[in-house]
């Protein structure tokens, strides 16, 4: 079955700083792979997504995430964290059953320090 | 262009009550999906909807979720009887379609706790 994990339920990092959001799925064929961020009370807001070609995909917001199969990730990244990026961060997987069905992982909280 | 709206955005209610939640996709979007998220744990999939037929709602618990789609626009999600553990964000969603089905655009939510 299909699975997303991240490994870091909260993470914090100064302002300014480098942010990295590790993401490793379970999945037998070629994934679709998406990061979502979800601010306090509001829906979620599709970041990026990769479905196939360059392994690394820019986004919105400064967002970038690079697909490596070998290690079954697909890891989010910005270079310099702005305070307004404090929100939670959840990447899916897509594919299997029926289409659309995004399989979620149970998200990384992101808090900036000033 | 205007979101997914849903509404209420809050609601409490004692177990065993009933609770119904509404969404309006964004206008033109022939998929529909509604997601349950508990608190500490990311979405997933209820029910998706193609046009006002049910794609997938194999993870719905059917003994007390029903859901509906009618004339293809709008959706309305019930829970009866309600009990502790359906305490979570509902959260509705809407693609284009099949060929953009994971090009999913979400509303807000439904903050739904049961006392």
């Known amino acids: 079955a299909q699975s997303v994990t991240q490994p870091d339920i909260h993470i914090t990092v100064s302002e300014g700083a480098s942010l990295e959001l590790r993401c490793n799925y379970s999945y037998g064929a070629t994934p679709y792979l998406f990061w979502y961020v979800q601010s306090p009370g509001q829906g979620l807001q599709l970041l990026l997504k990769?479905?196939?070609?360059?392994?690394l995909v820019q986004g919105i917001k400064g967002f970038e995430a690079e697909f490596k199969r070998s290690q079954s990730s697909f890891n989010l990244r910005k270079p310099s964290v702005h305070w307004s990026d404090a929100a939670e961060y959840f990447c899916?997987?897509?594919?299997?059953?029926?289409?659309?069905?995004?399989?979620f992982g149970k998200g990384t909280k992101l808090s900036v320090k000033p | 262009e205007a979101g997914v709206a849903q509404s209420p955005r809050y609601k409490i209610i004692e177990k065993r009550q009933s609770v119904a939640f509404w969404c309006n996709p964004i206008?033109?979007?022939?998929?529909l999906y509604w997601y349950q998220q508990i608190l500490g744990q990311g979405p997933k999939l209820l029910i998706q909807?193609?046009?006002?037929?049910?794609?997938?709602d194999s993870q719905l618990p059917k003994d007390r979720f029903s859901a509906e789609r009618l004339k293809g626009v709008d959706s309305t999600l019930k829970i009866q009887p309600a009990k502790l553990e359906d305490s979570a964000v509902y959260l509705c969603?809407?693609?284009?379609?099949?060929?953009?089905?994971?090009?999913?655009?979400f509303g807000p939510g439904t903050r739904l706790t049961v006392t």
């Open positions: 206008s033109g979007h022939a998929t």
């Open positions: 899916a997987v897509g594919g299997g059953g029926s289409q659309g069905n995004l399989i």
């Open positions: 909807f193609q046009n006002n037929g049910v794609v997938d």
């Open positions: 990769y479905f196939s070609g360059d392994t």
């Open positions: 969603a809407s693609s284009l379609g099949a060929a953009y089905s994971y090009e999913q655009y």
